[in-house]
């Protein structure tokens, strides 16, 4: 039984865990010794996990004149052997192509499945649980309610109570950015009867702290985000895993939060909206994260994969003034400490 093993119980309680960039060369080729420097990043500020082959470390790594998906997946294992962390493959496609994926995360150690129904935009809800089944023989699952303006779908109440269903599912990334769509989810978790055997992540980057300070309460259960899978938390990580624990350090029953956090909320959600650049619907939101990176100097610079992807005007700009404007969330002191080791 999964319930049985270290990374389980890790993961049902909740942590920190980066959706991993893709470090490449100004070739665009893969920069092995960058990749494998930002892995050991995430490991020694204290995430929990990692999630490779995710919307973060670029979907077109599956293309085959790419051909990076196992590659990726395989140097981000082998760098984090012997780690305590948890392996997150993103698995995406229709049924055969997310079957193949699965076995090849499993193949590599990975223990859960991020799984995105993208490529059901139009289909029925039979028809994507139906898929879901088929990948869960392969893999436990993570569900991914992805925000439609980068290329998810809205679901229905009903459509994730009769998910939360599935005995492969264990966890659920929570990224519609969009209040009724998360309340319609969690409902469904709770009525489904599997909400104790389900953790649920925020990937509401509009949302986190919220996200994760406040409980939800339902037809006599109540139900909490235990951590986060984010891109966001692909940069500046140190802080997010310190909000992190000092957000789970919170009681259960306080009456009163403080407005401290209220902040906080105000001033994630901005550095947010300058590194995912959603003044310009999200265009350099991949960009961003490599250029907050590339200053850091873990990564060569801030290419991806496709060369029509990159800053946005202003974005930059807007990067620039959020570091300088909460200079306590930001790591690059911590950073500028362990980069060598991490790249050697």
Request: glycine share 10%; charged share 20%.
């Amino acid at each position: 039984m999964e319930s049985s093993k270290a990374w389980y119980r890790k993961f049902r309680d909740g942590t920190v865990i980066p959706a991993h960039p893709l470090a490449l060369t100004a070739e665009r080729k893969l920069d092995e010794r960058g990749q494998r420097g930002l892995s050991r990043y995430y490991a020694a500020v204290g995430a929990g996990g990692i999630a490779v082959g995710v919307h973060t470390t670029q979907f077109a790594i599956r293309e085959p004149s790419i051909g990076l998906y196992e590659p990726v997946l395989a140097l981000a294992a082998d760098t984090l052997a012997g780690r305590d962390m948890i392996l997150i493959a993103g698995v995406c496609g229709r049924t055969q192509q997310a079957v193949r994926e699965a076995e090849t995360a499993r193949k590599h150690g990975y223990q859960i499945a991020l799984l995105s129904l993208a490529a059901y935009r139009d289909a029925s809800d039979e028809e994507v649980l139906a898929h879901v089944h088929t990948v869960g023989d392969v893999m436990p699952l993570m569900g991914f309610y992805l925000q439609p303006a980068v290329g998810g779908r809205m679901f229905s109440y009903s459509f994730w109570r009769r998910f939360a269903e599935i005995e492969s599912v264990i966890g659920i990334k929570v990224a519609p950015f969009n209040r009724y769509a998360t309340l319609d989810l969690l409902r469904g978790v709770i009525d489904s009867g599997r909400a104790d055997a389900i953790a649920l992540y925020t990937g509401n980057d509009d949302h986190i702290v919220l996200d994760l300070l406040s409980p939800f309460h339902h037809a006599g259960k109540t139900v909490h985000f235990r951590g986060g899978l984010l891109g966001h938390w692909a940069v500046w990580t140190l802080g997010a895993v310190r909000l992190h624990r000092e957000l789970r350090s919170q009681p259960d029953s306080a009456t009163l939060v403080d407005s401290s956090w209220l902040v906080r909320s105000a001033e994630v959600t901005d550095m947010n909206a300058a590194v995912f650049d959603v003044v310009n619907g999200f265009h350099g939101c991949i960009a961003g994260i490599h250029e907050v990176l590339r200053r850091q100097g873990l990564m060569q610079g801030r290419w991806c994969l496709n060369p029509n992807e990159d800053l946005s005007q202003g974005q930059s700009e807007e990067i620039d003034r959020v570091i300088a404007a909460y200079p306590h969330l930001i790591d690059d002191d911590f950073i500028d400490q362990h980069r060598d080791e991490w790249l050697s």
